[in-house]
């Protein structure tokens, strides 16, 4: 189901941000949309969401993933939203065949919270590609989700698209209800920009130590980590961004595909 070939699938972070991209008509969404049209129809997609955090790592491994509305206070329209998308038992298998370094048990009870379907509802409206989610083991440092990653890079070779879905920055306690952005959270999206640039993978593994405005650019590392996921898949690759913001005061929309 998943053959070798010699060319990757690309590997995607998108800063996902507000619930409501998944239903506004807006720059962000038109951005994950122009960029699922620039490569092949993947076999698969695994998603890394910063929203299904776990004591050891899971993956999905149901034939029907159930859509999470992971959320309060948005307008119903939002909780209406339902990506049937399938899951894939077969890719949950092979995801448990290829991680070497620690047991990814499988998880029947979880499906697609925001962080996947709020993007992949933009990126493909059809919800006819199968979807699982690895979850993050909350009890691991950046250096284990970052070798994780580097796992996980092969199955980039069978038709697997990577996404992780985060943000660079995300501070909810600092938001602001307008399309601005504190200078420090401007700043430290662009020494990550940089970093990636650089290949300067350590910089980012070890973001504390940007001082001040890492803590408040990264309060919690839940929304940062799916970075390291796609940055591990890279292949001696470029890196090229889109929907590059920083907006509502603290939260990085940048995205990138590696590939």
Not at 25 to 33: C, K, M, R
Not at 71 to 85: D, I, R
Not at 206 to 211: A, D, I
Not at 234 to 240: G, I
């Amino acid at each position: 189901m998943f053959p070798e070939s010699d060319t990757p699938m690309p590997a995607l972070f998108i800063g996902h941000g507000s619930p409501m991209n998944a239903i506004e008509d807006n720059e962000f969404a038109q951005g994950w949309a122009n960029v699922a049209q620039s490569f092949p129809r993947p076999k698969a997609i695994l998603c890394i969401s910063a929203h299904w955090q776990t004591v050891g790592a899971q993956v999905t491994a149901m034939s029907q993933p159930k859509t999470i509305h992971d959320f309060y206070g948005f307008p119903q329209a939002l909780f209406a939203v339902n990506y049937p998308a399938p899951g894939s038992p077969e890719l949950a298998q092979l995801i448990q065949q290829t991680v070497r370094s620690t047991s990814v048990e499988s998880d029947q009870q979880w499906g697609l919270d925001h962080g996947a379907w709020s993007v992949l509802c933009r990126m493909f409206p059809a919800a006819d590609i199968p979807v699982v989610q690895l979850s993050l083991d909350q009890n691991k440092p950046p250096e284990f989700h970052y070798e994780l990653g580097k796992e996980l890079r092969a199955l980039r070779r069978r038709g697997v698209l990577i996404v992780g879905s985060g943000n660079i920055v995300h501070n909810l306690r600092m938001l602001r209800w307008a399309d601005e952005a504190y200078e420090w959270a401007v700043e430290f999206d662009e020494q990550i920009k940089q970093a990636i640039l650089a290949g300067d993978h350590d910089t980012i593994i070890n973001y504390e130590r940007l001082g001040e405005m890492a803590r408040l650019a990264v309060p919690t590392d839940e929304h940062f980590l799916p970075l390291l996921y796609v940055l591990a898949c890279q292949e001696h690759e470029p890196v090229r961004f889109f929907a590059e913001k920083v907006t509502l005061g603290a939260i990085s929309m940048r995205s990138l595909r590696v590939g």
